[in-house]
């Protein structure tokens, strides 16, 4: 995805004057992946030979994409989708190698990656099905750039956006994954984690690693929500309806 700050220096790129690329010392990267798609997907004539499955991938990741409107996510960056995967940043509106305030926007990284999942909950609601998100995120150093003339293409790269992937590959459905370095942070931020243990990741060895709890996430926003209604009586509202009307 080609940021639109960086559509006159492409332009410029284009013409061979100039490789753009920008050294970032923190972004925070995020891969969610829903892994139970590749066996949706069968062509057939009732599915229109993959069609309508293709139609409803392109449904989620609009709706993805979407959430990016939001005010609380305008330093969210989406990078690309790889197949079913939808990976994101955080830290690149910074100014490179300015240390950012208390890495709030690792915070919003996980906001977002939650309001994922409660997207993916309303859209299996009404498709009448069950996906799941796998996500890992990691931050650190990167180095993002545009690559190609024709057709160019913003990505980041390093050692981070590795190991964010490998977050991924490596979790479990209907969760988050993040390294010992993005746990410390987000208890900072008052994110609760719990240590998974020690787990081998391809290429880095074995490595300690944390699942994200949703609590603080969900009483933030539903009690940010309910305020107006109080009193409200808890046993008439729904945690899918409160998520509805959330997302």
Same mark, same amino acid.
């Given at each position: 995805?080609?940021?639109?700050?960086?559509?006159?220096?492409?332009?410029?790129?284009?013409?061979?004057?100039?490789?753009?690329?920008?050294?970032?010392?923190?972004?925070?990267? *995020?891969?969610?992946?829903? /892994?139970?798609?590749?066996? +949706?997907?069968?062509?057939?004539?009732? &599915?229109?030979?993959?069609?309508?499955?293709?139609?409803?991938? &392109?449904? #989620?990741? %609009?709706?993805?994409?979407?959430?990016?409107?939001?005010?609380?996510?305008?330093?969210?960056?989406?990078?690309?989708?790889?197949?079913?995967?939808?990976?994101? %940043?955080?830290?690149?509106?910074?100014?490179?190698?300015?240390?950012?305030?208390?890495? *709030?926007?690792?915070?919003? *990284?996980?906001?977002?990656?939650?309001?994922?999942?409660?997207?993916?909950?309303?859209?299996?609601?009404?498709?009448?099905?069950?996906?799941?998100? $796998?996500?890992? #995120?990691?931050?650190?150093?990167?180095?993002?750039?545009?690559?190609?003339? =024709?057709? /160019? =293409?913003?990505?980041?790269?390093?050692?981070?956006?590795?190991?964010?992937? $490998?977050?991924?590959?490596?979790?479990?459905?209907?969760?988050?994954?993040?390294?010992?370095?993005?746990?410390?942070?987000? =208890?900072?931020?008052?994110? !609760?984690?719990?240590?998974?243990?020690?787990?081998?990741?391809?290429?880095?060895?074995?490595?300690?690693?944390?699942?994200?709890?949703?609590?603080?996430?969900? =009483?933030?926003?539903?009690?940010? +929500?309910?305020? /107006?209604?109080?009193?409200? /009586?808890?046993?008439?509202?729904?945690?899918?309806?409160? !998520?509805?009307?959330?997302?």
């Amino acid at each position: 995805m080609l940021k639109v700050s960086l559509i006159n220096r492409t332009f410029f790129f284009s013409f061979g004057q100039e490789l753009y690329h920008q050294s970032y010392d923190c972004v925070c990267v *995020m891969f969610a992946s829903i /892994p139970d798609f590749k066996e +949706f997907y069968t062509e057939s004539d009732v &599915n229109k030979e993959g069609l309508e499955c293709l139609r409803l991938l &392109n449904e #989620i990741i %609009a709706d993805f994409d979407d959430l990016l409107s939001k005010p609380k996510f305008s330093g969210v960056e989406k990078i690309k989708t790889i197949g079913s995967t939808y990976m994101a %940043a955080t830290g690149l509106s910074a100014t490179p190698n300015q240390e950012h305030s208390q890495y *709030m926007h690792i915070g919003t *990284m996980v906001e977002f990656a939650f309001a994922l999942v409660a997207k993916l909950d309303v859209i299996n609601k009404h498709s009448f099905n069950d996906f799941k998100l $796998r996500i890992g #995120i990691n931050h650190g150093p990167v180095i993002a750039g545009v690559i190609g003339a =024709q057709k /160019p =293409q913003y990505d980041i790269w390093g050692n981070t956006v590795n190991v964010a992937s $490998r977050m991924d590959s490596t979790g479990v459905l209907d969760k988050i994954q993040v390294t010992e370095e993005t746990n410390n942070v987000l =208890q900072t931020l008052g994110y !609760m984690c719990t240590c998974r243990g020690i787990i081998n990741v391809k290429g880095k060895g074995e490595l300690k690693t944390y699942f994200v709890s949703t609590i603080l996430y969900f =009483q933030e926003n539903i009690t940010h +929500f309910l305020t /107006p209604f109080w009193p409200l /009586p808890y046993m008439c509202v729904s945690f899918s309806s409160i !998520m509805e009307l959330l997302f």
